[in-house]
């Protein structure tokens, strides 16, 4: 039951930078309710678990890793910025990147949080190579940087095809969701 908080500086009064911070905190507290941790424990997923490199065969998965390199970023450390011409999608390994749009009034809108086992950049293969928004690493951060160039015959059509399946379940939650909530 919800009901409204006072606005008299009291700790049940809870303000928040954005929305999506404010959902992040509403979520990690019903996963708290059910005894679920809100982050996973930290370790480098394997990549043949992401949802880009479903139904990849052994060898489409060990190309992958060989042209992938290796990165790290800092807390702090923006990735890059939207508009930049993109050569290359990351997977998150460990760690957590923050993804924000730039507004007109020089602020930001932070859009989502990504962690172990989720990827950032890979829009651009489908979008002329720009760079649809910014990350920035919110914590130390690897990654694997898969640079668009390998990505050739069979893998680059499953990967396209994983992450057109991956939007579109994302259209059809989206939509339900705003049923719901209208």
């Known amino acids: 039951r919800l009901r409204r908080a006072p606005h008299d500086g009291s ?8 929305v999506d911070r404010a959902v992040e905190w509403c979520e990690d ?12 424990p930290p ?16 060898d489409e998965l ?9 990165v790290r970023f800092r807390a702090g450390q923006r990735v890059f910025r939207a508009d ?5 999608f990351f997977l998150v390994l460990d760690g957590e990147v923050e993804v924000v749009l730039p507004l007109d009034f020089n602020g ?12 950032f950049g890979e829009v651009s293969m489908l979008t002329e190579h720009r760079r649809s928004a910014e990350v920035i690493a919110s914590k130390d951060t690897s990654c694997l940087e898969v640079p668009f ?10 990967l396209i095809a994983n992450l057109a399946a991956y939007l579109a379940r994302k259209v059809v939650d989206d939509t339900a969701l705003l049923q719901r909530i209208a």
């Open 11 to 18: 700790a049940a009064c809870q303000a928040f930078e954005d």
């Open 29 to 40: 507290r019903l996963l708290s309710l059910d005894g679920v941790p809100a982050r996973l």
């Open 43 to 58: 370790g480098a997923p394997d990549i043949a678990t992401h949802y880009l490199c479903a139904g990849m065969t052994d």
């Open 62 to 70: 060990s190309m992958l890793r060989r042209e992938a390199r290796p």
């Open 84 to 88: 930049e011409h993109a050569e290359s």
């Open 108 to 119: 930001t809108l932070r859009v989502t949080t990504l962690d172990a086992g989720m990827c």
């Open 149 to 158: 160039s390998c990505l050739q015959g069979s893998l680059q059509t499953k």
